[in-house]
Structures are given as C-alpha cells and as structure tokens.
C-alpha cells in the first residue's frame, strides 16, 4: 500500500492550493479516504472523508466551505481543493486509507499572512 500526496506550498493569505494523493497496492475504488492534518505542536486532526464512490463527503467544521474533497477513481487520486487559506492552515496535510489504516508522508502547507 502506498500514499503519496503532492501539490503542498507556500500562498499568501486568501489564496488556494490543491492536494492530490496518488493510491497504490489496494482497490482503491472501494476505499474511502480522509485528509488530516498536524500543525506544529499539536494534534493530528481530521479534515475531510470521502465514501468511495465519492456521493458522501463531511468535513472538520473549521474548513467548512473553503475546503473541498473530491476523488478520480479511474487514476487512483483523492484531492483536497483548499480555498480562502488561513495562517491557521499551516500544517503539513497526510492522506489516509481508513480501512487500511496506512498514511501517506505528508505534504507542508504554509499560509502567509
């Protein structure tokens, strides 16, 4: 099994980024899949789930309408499309396979402000 995330960077304030995890080494299609996220000296936290057929997303009340999870199946890849970042994004964002329970290495956010 194997998760390997990408799109991570710096951007200012008010800016947008998108993540992608690439799946590999499991059925993809069937899985679902979740974003998290640790920023220094804290927690890892839940941020987005997507069911595997992609009908079913919830999210962490603090990116609620800025952050959106979606998923290709034909190419392995679940995405989160970040939107109106804040400082308070900074973090670095690990994919996920609940049902695998495996993480990906992760990937820096870093919002200016």
């Known amino acids: 099994v194997q998760l390997v995330e990408s799109g991570g960077g710096l951007v200012q304030r008010g800016g947008s980024l998108r993540l992608s995890c690439a799946a590999s080494?499991?059925?993809?299609?069937?899985?679902?899949m979740s974003w998290y996220r640790q920023a220094p000296g804290k927690e890892r936290q839940f941020v987005a789930y997507i069911n595997s057929g992609g009908s079913s997303k919830n999210y962490a009340d603090s990116v609620k309408g800025r952050f959106t999870i979606s998923r290709d199946n034909a190419k392995n890849t679940v995405y989160l499309q970040m939107n109106s970042l804040k400082p308070e994004d900074t973090a670095v964002y690990y994919c996920?396979?609940?049902?695998?329970?495996?993480w990906g290495q992760g990937t820096q956010v870093t919002v200016s402000s």
């Open positions: 996920y396979a609940p049902a695998r329970k495996y």
């Open positions: 080494g499991f059925t993809f299609s069937s899985s679902g």
